[in-house]
């Protein structure tokens, strides 16, 4: 399994990271045992998750999964042998600290309940969720609101949450810290106001990255290169749609799209590109969960892909896509479907 450096840390972390949301909810503790013990066996070093977890999100599930993982870690140790990442959970959820925005309060109540349920000292990686402010992720839109956001009130709550996640750090609480779900003016706020104040730098963000989804190409795309703040890919398979199990309006049982009530990648706009990005597969005689995956590891602003499986069949599809070697004219192809559906989301 390849590894990548993790921003300018002195961190490598397997090119294939494994995804756990659906633990607590789609999976059972003991399956979730199972994928580990596989993942690890097979070479992944990197295993990421979220307070918010299981999903979909609920009161009822919230902290599940890291209570799973807790639970591994209590009973068959090897704490040791996984970059851990986690992170916490913005306004969106009630139930979540009555939807409290993510401020220093608020960090130090989330990171206490994440190694208590978690049975560990410290994170790794620590991760804010998605920002306070307004952005564009989970949502269809094709406009930017400059209402949703309020930059004097931004910038002064980026150095709070910077100067917590600092004293977390010298407190051996978390080790690096991370994005998710963030722009390019919001991760360059970030770094620029780290350099500034003597303060951790962000080693990565964690967006959604896949065959429908490649938004992070343009702009993050350079200041992933740039700022070595490198993609950690959510969502690769697009939620299970660019495997055309959803394809008809079909909600397979046991499916995630079944479980929520709908398939949010997969409608009248997605299907065609779905169906091409198959023929595609088809053609050149690969299964098309792995061209998918092993696309997204041909980024040069990749630094992990993170995959969720519900089965063991999935797990080791998804990870035997880090294995899968795409030409050149599997590229052309893929290039091909692009240039026609760029945005069919």
């Not at 299970?240 to 409608?267: C, W």
Request: one cysteine or more.
């Amino acid at each position: 399994m390849k590894t990548n450096r993790l921003g300018r840390t002195d961190l490598n972390v397997s090119e294939i990271c494994l995804g756990t949301m659906t633990w607590g909810k789609q999976n059972t503790q003991d399956e979730a045992f199972e994928q580990i013990d596989y993942a690890r066996d097979a070479g992944v070093n990197f295993m990421d998750t979220a307070e918010m977890y299981a999903v979909p999100a609920s009161r009822e599930t919230y902290g599940k999964t890291e209570e799973i993982i807790g639970n591994y870690f209590a009973t068959h140790g090897q704490r040791d042998k996984w970059i851990l990442a986690s992170k916490i959970a913005g306004v969106n959820n009630p139930w979540i600290r009555d939807k409290k925005p993510i401020n220093a309060a608020t960090i130090r109540e989330a990171i206490e309940g994440s190694l208590k349920r978690l049975q560990t000292d410290y994170i790794d990686l620590y991760q804010l969720h998605w920002p306070n402010r307004g952005h564009y992720h989970f949502e269809n839109s094709w406009d930017y609101d400059p209402f949703t956001q309020d930059r004097d009130a931004a910038i002064p709550n980026m150095i709070e949450v910077l100067e917590t996640l600092d004293a977390l750090i010298r407190e051996g609480k978390i080790r690096h810290v991370g994005l998710s779900n963030e722009t390019a003016w919001g991760t360059m706020q970030f770094v620029r106001l780290a350099e500034e104040h003597d303060l951790p730098r962000v080693v990565s963000t964690q967006n959604e990255y896949n065959l429908l989804r490649r938004y992070f190409d343009h702009d993050m795309a350079e200041v992933s290169h740039y700022e070595d703040v490198g993609l950690l890919a959510y969502s690769p398979l697009a939620a299970g749609a660019l495997t055309g199990k959803y394809l008809g309006g079909r909600l397979p049982e046991g499916t995630r799209g079944a479980v929520a009530g709908s398939v949010y990648r997969n409608n009248e706009q997605t299907e065609p590109a779905i169906a091409v990005y198959m023929a595609v597969a088809e053609k050149h005689r690969l299964n098309i969960a792995q061209m998918a995956l092993a696309f997204c590891l041909t980024r040069p602003f990749m630094t992990s892909v993170i995959i969720g499986a519900t089965t063991m069949e999935q797990l080791t599809t998804d990870i035997g896509a880090a294995d899968i070697q795409l030409g050149s004219e599997v590229m052309a192809d893929i290039h091909a479907v692009f240039k026609n559906h760029a945005r069919p989301l």
